[in-house]
């Protein structure tokens, strides 16, 4: 049976966890100009999905100007801080990494 959410259904903020399970799956709600401390996922593979608004995803120190629609993957080991220019909400995917690729 699959299992089914709703965005407007999470409502911790600034992270609500949609799917706990691999992959690990949060929906991301932050206010204009709210920045998330640099910061690691060292055991995942991260798809950033802005879903709305404008968000500044520094990676490594290079930002990366998204808006809604953009669709970002990248290694967590990279050190990632998004920055909402506005009142942004994005899906954020916690890929597992197996002992392949990680």
Request: charged letters at 30%.
């Amino acid at each position: 049976m699959p299992e089914r959410t709703s965005l407007e259904s999470l409502t911790d903020t600034p992270h609500a966890v949609a799917f706990d399970d691999e992959p690990r799956t949060v929906r991301l709600e932050l206010e204009g100009d709210q920045r998330i401390p640099e910061h690691r996922h060292p055991e995942s593979h991260v798809l950033f999905h802005v879903l709305s608004g404008t968000v500044d995803l520094d990676l490594d120190g290079e930002t990366y100007d998204l808006e809604a629609g953009d669709l970002v993957r990248f290694d967590g080991d990279r050190e990632v801080s998004p920055h909402a220019r506005e009142e942004s909400t994005a899906l954020v995917v916690f890929a597992p990494k197996t002992g392949s690729d990680g």
